[in-house]
């Protein structure tokens, strides 16, 4: 995962910085990480990303530079670092933050291991205990893996027991090694990023540029948890979230799958029944059907293996330009239609894969 960026926001004035800049609130104590949405002025995601919180410690190496005030280490999803790097640093310019955004995306390497035998293995590899009660989810400490010092954080994107080695450039290829060594005997394989979409979408992660783009918000892409509007915190895109809240959803990301019979579309437009195809392939932009109306388009689609279905997330408004609420999303009934062929389609208002979150937490 060597390809994310790897941001450092440090300074007299990072904590206000961060307050503006991240939807949620990411000024936790030091060891704590946070995923959180970055906003523009219209409420739309400009980024969605881990924040973890600082300590100031030891001489400035990779793995943390020295800093005055508070710190904190951004990663940020593949492709995007540099529009990253440029929302922040223009936020930070206009609003004259006294801080620094250090980019280290080329100084570290990141791998991600992801399943139900991920803490026997490492415990392996890093001299620290990876319990529930050492190590939580959504935390973050400096370890040795195999010798080499490394940032572990327990993560996933992929809906599974895990943790994330962000690594000094040096230490990339020995701790790979030690990793890869240890796994042998669990069935560590490596695996790419047509795996990760795959799983990430069965347990309904969002990807930024698919799910989520600048002109999509948070509350609409289902990410309201992300946002501190509870807080008297003000923040980048809060009032235009606040409108939204009030005047209610005037549209909302939902999950489909899809059965396995396919309806193909006549010639007045109303599919109807025919053959059966389970593994139907999707990709994104296919028109979403409900009661019989185009309501919006594919977004993102994948097969899960785990569930054996099509999985597809896309945006729907109600045709009468009212707020789209749950009942509405439960209530229709659905096509998804794929090059003039319309497949039958379930709405799920949580994701279909452990709906309950047993797994991040270490529980199959």
Same mark, same amino acid.
């Given at each position: ?104 995306? +080329? ?5 991600? !291991?992801?399943? *139900? $035998?991920?803490?026997?293995?490492? =415990?392996? %590899?890093?001299? /620290? ?30 809906? +599974? ?5 962000? !690594?000094?450039? *040096? $230490?990339?290829?020995?701790?790979? =090694?030690? %990793?890869?060594? /240890? ?49 008297? %915190? ?131």
């Amino acid at each position: 995962m060597s390809y994310f960026g790897k941001f450092y926001l440090v300074g007299l004035d990072a904590r206000q910085a961060a307050d503006w800049l991240f939807s949620a609130d990411v000024s936790r104590p030091p060891g704590s990480t946070v995923y959180t949405c970055m906003l523009n002025r219209r409420g739309g995601t400009e980024s969605d990303l881990t924040v973890s919180r600082l300590a100031p410690g030891p001489p400035a190496s990779a793995l943390a530079p020295a800093f005055e005030g508070d710190g904190y280490y951004l990663a940020v999803g593949g492709a995007v670092a540099q529009h990253n790097w440029s929302h922040i640093s223009t936020v930070l310019q206009d609003r004259k933050f006294r801080c620094q955004l250090i980019d280290s995306s +080329e100084d570290l390497g990141m791998i991600s !291991v992801q399943g *139900p $035998a991920s803490r026997a293995i490492l =415990q392996e %590899v890093l001299d /620290a205990d990876l319990s529930n009660e050492a190590f939580p989810f959504s935390t973050h400490k400096l370890v040795r893996a195999a010798g080499h010092l490394v940032r572990a954080m327990r993560l996933s994107f992929v809906g +599974e027991l895990g943790w994330e080695l962000h !690594v000094p450039r *040096p $230490a990339c290829v020995p701790v790979y =090694q030690a %990793v890869m060594a /240890a796994g042998t005997k669990h069935g560590l394989v490596n695996a790419g990023y047509r795996a990760i979409d795959s799983l990430s979408i069965e347990k309904g992660y969002r990807h930024w540029h698919a799910d989520l783009r600048p002109d999509d918000s948070p509350l609409e892409a289902g990410l309201a948890f992300t946002c501190k509007l509870k807080s008297p %915190v003000p923040f980048l895109g809060r009032e235009a979230l606040e409108k939204q809240r009030a005047e209610g959803l005037r549209r909302r990301l939902v999950c489909f799958t899809v059965d396995e019979a396919q309806l193909p579309t006549g010639g007045s437009g109303t599919p109807s029944l025919s053959a059966s195809s389970r593994k139907v392939p999707m990709f994104g932009l296919e028109a979403i059907w409900r009661n019989g109306q185009v309501v919006g388009h594919v977004r993102r689609a994948d097969f899960g293996f785990a569930i054996d279905k099509t999985l597809a997330y896309g945006y729907i408004r109600d045709p009468s330009g009212q707020s789209v609420s749950l009942d509405f999303v439960r209530s229709g009934d659905y096509a998804l239609e794929r090059m003039g062929v319309a497949y039958p389609a379930r709405a799920h208002l949580k994701p279909p894969f452990d709906p309950d979150n047993k797994r991040v937490k270490g529980i199959y």
